[in-house]
């Protein structure tokens, strides 16, 4: 038996709020990557550089992001009866793919800066470090926002883009340090060796992406907290003699439930369907938004034993 999920009915607040996050995630990824190059060009920092290219990606995940999220708010329909929250899950997945990639260019790159033993021109760098600071300031407080919004709309898709923007954040105060040692030591490795510092960063926040947006993509059932909440409810209902056959899994931010509830052989169908519906309304709230199906089997004393 299934009832109408919650999402559908506080749908168009959250939609409009992911959509919001979005776009400002986009619009700001646009104007500070064009920023970082064009600083990057002028400075020949590699370290600069790699960030443009970090940021670069970011305005593709942010431009996914805004499309998956309307994308997976789309209503089930025959071809997709489970409805299209997977959309969030794989575009988080090739978001970590994407920066790993990203890791190894840089990492090529700042090598061979190394060994070249190549000096940055000090007369260019204080326009780099202003782009940086602006960069790191701008990235924090946009972070802030979408990953606010991701918590409150349970995105996976502004999660993941809100953690770039986190390590964008990170990342560019790291080369804004680097970029200052540089100008006041003239140290030549200190711009590839802060870009490969970053590059390891980048690859642990990609490595927890891919393996969070993994798990949804194969189905991992809900954490052990909410499977707790759920056992919980279905305990402290009198009129269940037992459940079994619980499964869970995620589908975007919906939480896909099914079990078995067993009841008392004699009971009317209309008995049965009452608390089947009673308990996938109270699932429902405690866990929402989801999605809650409930199966009701007579008790049996034969399998009691």
Do not use: C
Not at 212 to 220: C, G, K, Q, V
């Amino acid at each position: 038996m299934a009832v109408q999920s919650r999402e559908e009915e506080r749908g168009p607040d959250q939609q409009r709020m992911k959509g919001r996050a979005a776009s400002l995630s986009v619009g700001y990824n646009l104007s500070v990557t064009v920023l970082k190059f064009f600083a990057a060009v002028i400075t020949g920092s590699v370290s600069l550089l790699s960030e443009a290219i970090h940021s670069a990606t970011d305005i593709v995940s942010s431009v996914v992001a805004l499309i998956s999220v309307r994308a997976a708010a789309l209503p089930p329909d025959d071809e997709h009866p489970f409805g299209h929250g997977k959309i969030e899950s794989l575009t988080g997945f090739a978001e970590g793919i994407l920066l790993f990639v990203v890791v190894v260019y840089i990492d090529v790159e700042a090598v061979q800066r190394l060994i070249a033993h190549e000096r940055l021109p000090k007369g260019n760098l204080p326009f780099g470090l202003l782009v940086m600071g602006i960069s790191a300031f701008g990235s924090l407080v946009v972070s802030r926002y979408v990953l606010a919004t991701a918590r409150r709309t349970e995105s996976t898709a502004l999660f993941s883009n809100g953690q770039h923007l986190g390590v964008d954040f990170l990342t560019s105060a790291g080369v804004f340090a680097g970029l200052l040692v540089t100008k006041l030591t003239g140290w030549p490795a200190a711009d590839p060796l802060i870009a490969i510092v970053l590059a390891f960063w980048i690859a642990f926040g990609a490595w927890k992406l891919v393996r969070r947006a993994f798990d949804e993509l194969i189905d991992i059932r809900l954490p052990q907290s909410e499977l707790d909440l759920i056992s919980e409810l279905l305990n402290n209902e009198p009129r269940v003699l037992s459940h079994h056959r619980l499964r869970t899994r995620r589908s975007g931010i919906v939480r896909n439930i099914d079990l078995h509830i067993v009841v008392p052989r004699e009971w009317s169908v209309v008995q049965a369907h009452e608390l089947a519906d009673d308990l996938e309304k109270t699932i429902r709230h405690r866990l929402s938004p989801a999605e809650v199906v409930i199966h009701v089997d007579p008790f049996d004393p034969g399998k009691a034993r």
